[in-house]
């Protein structure tokens, strides 16, 4: 029932692109992605609903293909700033109250 | 400014104590949660409230309660702390979907 987040971790180069995958066996309502450096608590990047939309937040954007039930993370030219641990949540259509939330996937971003 | 607020940063108690961890949330949220989360576990949720009065256990509730008085508060009672119960402890609001943590309470039970 829980996620599945890919890759686990990523090192990055400043400038470079990565993708951060995430997969459920579940049909989704709704996919949100967060953020969390280290020592701080996760922040808010976006919501994805049902429906295969594409959203955008800076240099960061995300898609959800509905029949997959997979959210895939965009990171182009990327900044240290974007170092930290992103995690997905998903919702499931019988209760989209709650959150089941995959492992993380870790990125490093050197300069 | 959004704001979700937690009663201690870091926490030492002994085992078998009765330990309460306030969250307070300045936005009228109706949805709140407690989360642990543990090196390698992630983020698992404990129990959730979506009214005052109101909760719903989470994933893992065993050897936790809650109390939900008022609708910007949420606690969450560790009965009897044990030492498995070690932990970083994250309280959220949301009201449409976009969750907004606190800083987090990191509880060591000797």
């Known amino acids: 029932q829980q996620p599945v987040q890919s890759p686990q971790a990523v090192i990055l180069r400043e400038g470079e692109d990565a993708v951060i995958n995430c997969s459920s066996s579940?049909?989704?309502?709704?996919v949100h992605w967060y953020r969390q450096k280290h020592g701080e608590a996760p922040v808010f990047l976006m919501i994805?609903?049902?429906g295969g939309e594409q959203k955008g937040h800076e240099k960061i954007s995300a898609s959800f293909n509905e029949k997959k039930q997979q959210s895939s993370l965009y990171l182009t030219a990327s900044q240290l700033s974007y170092s930290g641990t992103y995690f997905c949540?998903?919702?499931?259509?019988?209760?989209?109250?709650?959150?089941?939330w995959g492992l993380g996937t870790s990125l490093a971003v050197n300069p | 400014d959004v704001k979700v607020t937690q009663s201690s940063r870091y926490l030492v108690k002994r085992t078998g104590e009765k330990v309460f961890l306030e969250c307070v949330q300045d936005?009228?949220?109706?949805?709140m949660f407690w989360y642990r989360q543990d090196p390698g576990l992630g983020l698992r949720l404990i129990y959730f409230?979506?009214?005052?009065?109101?909760?719903e256990k989470g994933d893992i509730p065993e050897g936790y309660s809650v109390s939900r008085e008022k609708k910007e508060r949420f606690s969450l009672i560790l009965e009897s702390a044990s030492t498995n119960q070690t932990s970083m402890y994250l309280c959220?609001?949301?009201?449409?979907?976009?969750?907004?943590f606190g800083p987090g309470t990191r509880l060591t039970v000797t």
């Open positions: 959220a609001s949301t009201l449409r979907g976009e969750q907004y």
């Open positions: 936005m009228d949220h109706e949805n």
């Open positions: 409230s979506y009214d005052v009065k109101m909760k």
């Open positions: 579940k049909a989704l309502y709704s």
């Open positions: 994805l609903l049902k």
């Open positions: 949540g998903t919702a499931n259509a019988g209760n989209n109250r709650k959150l089941i």
